[in-house]
């Protein structure tokens, strides 16, 4: 059974890091895509970004420039370094995971992991 561990969340002060891990494990196989939502007390959960296996990202628009992912293949484990944390930051970050895999015919079926979520505050 696949489990996805995240930690290194915690209160900082506007204008501090952090940096975010995410551990995947149990799963003989690799994750094609791994990624970042978030979710902001009374808000929907929204996409940080991602990262493919082969390192390509992508961001939230609004993210850009002050979030980082990297990911480990080896390690199965992805990292989240956030900048210039601002108030707004605020939220439950939760890492993903998702397989992608074919079936006998081709078709390919996609499989969505998620983790328990680690909370994130930005306070003075």
């Known amino acids: 059974q696949v489990q996805l561990v995240e930690s290194g969340g915690g209160l900082v002060q506007p204008g501090g890091s952090l940096r975010l891990s995410c551990v995947a494990s149990?799963?003989?196989?690799?994750?094609?895509?791994m990624g970042w939502y978030r979710q902001a007390p009374g808000k929907q959960r929204e996409l940080v970004g991602i990262?493919?296996?082969?390192?390509?990202?992508n961001y939230a628009d609004s993210l850009k420039g002050r979030f980082t992912i990297s990911r480990d293949n080896a390690k199965n484990t992805q990292y989240l370094q956030m900048n210039s944390l601002k108030p707004e930051d605020t939220a439950v970050y939760y890492c993903?995971?998702?397989?992608?895999?074919?079936?006998?015919?081709?078709?390919?079926?996609?499989?969505?992991?998620w983790g328990q979520g680690t909370q994130v505050t930005v306070s003075s």
């Open positions: 990262i493919t296996s082969g390192g390509s990202t």
């Open positions: 149990g799963g003989a196989f690799s994750f094609k895509y």
């Open positions: 993903n995971a998702r397989r992608v895999y074919s079936d006998y015919s081709g078709m390919e079926h996609e499989i969505d992991y």
